[in-house]
Every structure is written in C-alpha cells, then in structure tokens.
C-alpha cells in the first residue's frame, strides 16, 4: 500500500496495492425485497439536498509508503517499504470509504485472493489465496489465530468489518514464522483501538434484502492509557441460498429467505508504565444466526435449517525494553470457535432431530514468547509458540485435543539499498513428526521508487480433526496417519512507488507434496484410507497491481494469471480461475468522491474432477461518498448495477436433481450515515 498524491489536487489517498449464469426463474427476483429501499428518484433528491451545501474541500491525511509501520511479515513492528514479501495493508480510510457490507467483500478485491461463497451473507465463506486451498492460510485477529480445528476454516463471514481497523495480508508461505498452516499466506485483522483524546463515532445503515446496520464506539486516552469500546450490528433478510430451479428435488422447500443476524463487541486497553513497559488487553466477540438450504430438503419438508455461531478472543501481552537493543514479549490468548445447528441428523431414524443441538467448538490456547535484538549487524528474534487445540462436538472423534511447540530463530538487516531477510523454525507436535520450515527473502532499492526483491520459503499445512479423527461417517472415517502437507515456494517481486503511483507486479511457483484429497467416489464403508496422501499440485502465477492519479482521477486495480492444478490428474483444483481481477476508478471533487468498481473472474470448476464448470462474469458497482463536513460522511452503494447473475460455489453435481448454485446478490441499493462526535 501506499499513500498517493494527485499532482493537481494535492488530494491524498490511502490505496494499496465473462458469461453469466442465469436461469428463468429470474431468481434475483424471489424473495428480494426489491421495493423495501430507496427508489432512483428518491436518491437523487437525497444527494441533490446534500449537494446545495458547500463546505472546504477535505484532505486526506499524508502517509508514504516509507512510514507505515507493519507487524505481519516480520512478527515485529517494521517498515512496509523494508519488507521484501508480497504484503498489503488497508487502512481504515479505505474500509469507511468502501462501505463494504462484509469482510469477505473487502478480502476478493485484494490481489491474488479469491473468496467463495454458499449463498450470502452469514454463509459459509473461504479464502483461497494465490491458488492454495482454503484451509492453506492463518487468520489473526490481534495476534491470535482463529478457526475450527474441525474443518480447518476460519469463519471470516462472522467477523464484522465494522469492528476492523486495518488489515494486513502476507501473500506465500509463511510457516517459518508462523507455523502450521501458513502456506497460502496470512491475514491479521486488527480491531480498532483507543488513541489520545476523547473520539466517539455512530452509524446506521439500510439496504437491499431489508440490511439494516449499526455501529457505534468511542476510543480515548492520554499519552499513558488509551481504551476503546466498539459496539455493532447487522441484520439481514437475505435471499434463498440456492437459486431457485424447478428441476430440482427440493425446490419448493428452499425458496424462502435465508436471512442472518450479527453482533458483535470489542473491547481494548493500552497501559504504559513508564517510558519501558507496556501492557495491551483485547477482547472480541461476535454472534451471529444464520438460516441456510439443505440440497436434500425435500426429504424434510417441515424443516428450517438454520445455526448459530460464535467468535471469541481474549489476549493479554506485556511488552518490556530491556534495555537500548532488547525488547522483549509475552502474550497469552485464547480464541473460541463455535458453532452449532439448531438440528441434528439422527443415523437410526434417518431424518432430523428438530431442536436438537450438533455442536462443533475449538478453544485454542495460545502463548506467544519473543525477545528481539537489535544490533548494527542486524535484528534477530528468538519466539517460542506455543498452541493447544481443543474441540467438543456432539459427533464422536478418535481424539479432542493436540498441542504445538514452536521454535523460531529469526534475522533482518537493511543495509542501505539492501534489504536481507530470513527465518527458520522447528514444530514439534503431539499428532505428527516435527516440522521444520524455512524463508529467506533480499530486496534491492534499485532508486529511490524501484525495488526488486526475491523470496524463497518452505510451509505446511496440519491435516484438521475431520480428515485425522472423525469416526461419523463410515465412509468418511478420519485417517490416523495422513502426514502434513508440504509446498515450497520461489517469487520475484518488482514494485514502484512516487507521490503519485503505485505498481508492483510479482510471479510465483508453489509446489505441495502430500496433498490430501478424500476419494469420495470410491470410498469404502469403513475404510480409514478413503482419504488419504495422495497428490502433488503445482501452482504457477502473477499479479500485477497498479495506482495512479491523473489529476482528479484516479485508477487502480489488480489482475492475477494463475494455473492451479493437481499434477497426478493434470485437472485443475476446485474454485480456481486462470484469470481474475478488480479495476477501481475514483474521482475526486471538492467533498465528493465518486467510485466505479468492477470485479470479474474467468471460468473455473466446482470439483476436483472438472465435470462441473463455473462461468466466469464480470460485476459493477458504483459509490458515492460525501462529506458533509468533519464529523459526518454519507455513503451510498449501488452494487452490481447491471444484475448480474452468476455464481462462487455450486452444491453437488448440476446434472443431477440433488445439484444446486449458490446464489449471489442481485442489483442493491445501500446507504450509510457515519457521525464523529
């Protein structure tokens, strides 16, 4: 990311760096709450009224790339325009800006990340980032990771982007210092947090699908404490999950709305005890009910398949200079995962048990050691990591509990235009062998605005309690002996930045080993080898983002090429497209500025066989943002203009009457109103 400068306006801005499937139900029109919202005429009026006033020109606050501090790619606070991986930061200014309704909206328009979905908000949502699969990347949330030990996913559908205050991702691996897991890359989400002063905020917002949201806080402090609460919500009526089709066994039961609930809080404090000690506490939570389809509903007529889910973290890090080279860290956290339906499938009677709670929860405790040392020949860091993975279910596993001991040793130096970073760590785990993982990273300041840089690194990825100690299904019984999978990976990176631009284009090459794949298809009753360390997978890409002011305009955008294929089949991986992207266009007057976004993606398959093909579209959607003056801003979205239907995930094979799409939002109108005090 960085901190672009119109030439012509002096305007400062935070940026970083096909077919469609339809079907002729018009299926964007059940259920959708199409006349719940403001007319066309109405918000022309709206932003005509807020038009007659006129008040300075706002300006965006100077940042460049060389000041923003990040603490992902080298588990220490450094500069981002020091690192030498692929890293994107987005600040705040741009979250409020965008008035995304969801996290995962955010994530797909960043390079190189591609998000599926089943069917709206609340809904089960993946990250696959530059081709890995979704259980191949880490999310933090201050620090502490989060997920279900179960399936191996974070649920990031259930984290408010209203709690966010800014985002950093780590595209390749990043195991070396994070462990398990990191092979994708790493996303950290931090919480907003207290500054100096007395600052309170609240905003409402209303949309298409009756999305009604709230969000309210206040942050504060002196130079020694500074404390934060921050309050919000969402509720919406949403859509029918599957896109409605009269061919389908269970249609009639799965045309309604799936409409989702959320709320979330959290909580932080910042004691400085003299100039040397430091103590941060955090704390988040976020609930949420979520209603969904069921592809063999028609067997269950009188059924409302519904789930309730809950995110939890609590942290605690002492932060202490030793003295003028030596500083040294402790954290302690947990992170809570639960989820639970509100019905349970009962294997004797063959049907659901109404009411009856299937509980899925991981607790992970966590305990984070780190001294770094700064000396002229460089900055090493010694981290001890310690995770224990705990889960309860109402389903039976061979075992419920593992634990993690990682070793890491860590070595940075920026030398003038020389920038040398590498890291090794062992894991020694109670379910497999140890583990060791390696990086080592150089970046070259060719000038003050080229930088060229090169990284090699090694990873792996913990197979997860379903695929290791699950004895539900008994063709799906977990297998005891899988090994971790294993990707090493090389990328060269080249990025450019001035006051008024920004471009970086990076290639890579991700070889796994081990890779697990479950033969559904041949699966045997009891069996425990239907899943097994089967294949190897290549991955093979490049992503080109770019920025830049033309006066009052600006562009950007980001474009990846990508092959993802498992390399025993020569078939491409699930939910992988050749080619995906986002264009970005702003423009800015006096206190308006106006956005164009377009999002597309080429064609890809559902499954691992590529029988079932997911047509690539392309999506528009146009913004508005209006400051009214220092303490209100107006937002207002109308997303995907031109009712596009397509689709992110299928459910089962289209070609029979059990195959589903998942079905994605229609055209929408939305408005939000923010008010600091």
Request: net charge negative; proline share 2%.
């Amino acid at each position: 990311m960085s901190s672009l400068t119109s030439p012509e306006t002096g305007q400062k801005s935070k940026k970083i760096c096909g077919e469609a499937i339809s079907d002729s139900s018009s299926s964007k029109n059940i259920y959708s709450g199409r006349n719940s919202f403001l007319s066309f005429k109405n918000l022309f009026f709206l932003i005509a009224f807020v038009s007659s006033f006129t008040y300075p020109q706002i300006i965006y606050a100077d940042l460049e790339l060389k000041d923003i501090k990040v603490t992902t790619p080298l588990r220490k606070n450094t500069s981002l325009k020091n690192t030498t991986t692929d890293t994107t930061v987005i600040l705040e200014d741009e979250i409020e800006q965008s008035e995304s309704s969801t996290l995962t909206e955010l994530l797909q328009r960043q390079p190189g990340i591609e998000i599926s979905n089943l069917g709206g908000p609340g809904k089960v949502s993946s990250i696959n980032i530059r081709g890995t699969s979704s259980t191949h990347s880490i999310v933090l949330i201050d620090g502490i990771r989060i997920g279900a030990s179960t399936s191996g996913l974070a649920a990031i559908e259930n984290i408010p982007l209203n709690q966010v205050e800014r985002i950093e991702i780590i595209r390749g691996p990043a195991s070396s210092l994070y462990g398990q897991d990191a092979m994708g890359g790493v996303i950290q989400i931090f919480t907003k947090k207290g500054k100096p002063g007395f600052h309170a905020y609240a905003g409402v917002g209303y949309g298409r699908y009756k999305t009604k949201s709230y969000k309210t806080g206040l942050q504060g402090g002196n130079e020694d404490t500074t404390y934060a609460i921050n309050i919000s919500g969402l509720n919406t009526d949403g859509f029918s999950a599957f896109v409605p089709d009269a061919s389908k066994a269970s249609n009639s039961q799965n045309i309604d709305r799936d409409d989702y609930r959320n709320k979330s809080v959290s909580a932080s404090l910042n004691q400085k005890f003299y100039d040397n000690y430091e103590l941060d506490l955090n704390y988040f939570l976020s609930t949420a009910l979520n209603l969904y389809d069921n592809r063999y509903a028609n067997y269950y007529s009188s059924m409302s398949f519904r789930n309730k889910s809950k995110q939890q973290i609590i942290s605690a890090k002492g932060t202490a200079q030793i003295n003028e080279n030596w500083q040294s860290s402790i954290m302690i956290g947990q992170s809570l995962d639960h989820y639970a339906d509100q019905q349970k499938y009962n294997m004797s009677t063959y049907d659901y048990d109404e009411n009856v709670i299937d509980l899925y929860q991981t607790t992970k405790d966590q305990l984070i050691f780190q001294n770094d040392l700064n000396y002229e020949i460089g900055s090493f860091s010694l981290l001890y990591d310690f995770l224990n993975e705990k889960i309860k279910t109402t389903d039976t596993y061979d075992k419920s509990q593992r634990q993690n001991h990682g070793f890491v040793l860590a070595y940075d130096k920026n030398y003038g235009q020389h920038h040398f970073q590498t890291s090794i760590r062992e894991d020694i785990n109670s379910q497999y062998d140890n583990e060791t993982t390696g990086s080592i990273g150089y970046g070259y300041d060719v000038n003050s605005n080229w930088t060229v840089s090169m990284n090699f690194g090694t990873a792996f990825v913990a197979p997860s309690f379903n695929y290791l100690y699950s004895t539900v299904d008994s063709y799906a019984l977990g297998n005891p002996d899988l090994k971790p999978e294993k990707s090493k990976n090389i990328e060269i990176m080249t990025r450019y930045n001035d006051e008024s631009s920004h471009f970086s284009f990076v290639i890579y090459k991700n070889e796994i080993d081990d890779f697990i794949i479950y033969d559904g298809a041949n699966a045997v009753s009891g069996s425990r080898t239907n899943t097994q360390n089967l294949n190897k997978a290549e991955i093979l890409g490049g992503t080109v983002s770019f920025d830049k002011f033309f006066g009052h305009l600006q562009i950007g955008g980001n474009f990846t090429h990508e092959s993802s294929k498992n390399e025993d089949t020569d078939k491409y991986l699930p939910r992988r497209a050749k080619f995906f992207g986002n264009l970005n266009i702003n423009y800015y007057v006096d206190q308006w500025i106006y956005s164009l976004e377009m999002k597309g993606s080429g064609n890809k398959y559902d499954d691992k066989a590529n029988d079932n093909r997911i047509e690539g579209y392309i999506i528009s959607n146009l913004i508005a943002n209006y400051k009214y003056n220092y303490q209100t801003t107006l937002n207002v979205r109308l997303d995907n203009v031109f009712d596009k239907d397509y689709a992110l995930a299928y459910e089962g094979s289209q070609s029979s009457s059990t195959g589903y799409v998942y079905q994605t939002p229609g055209r929408g109108l939305y408005a939000n109103l923010l008010y600091q005090f």
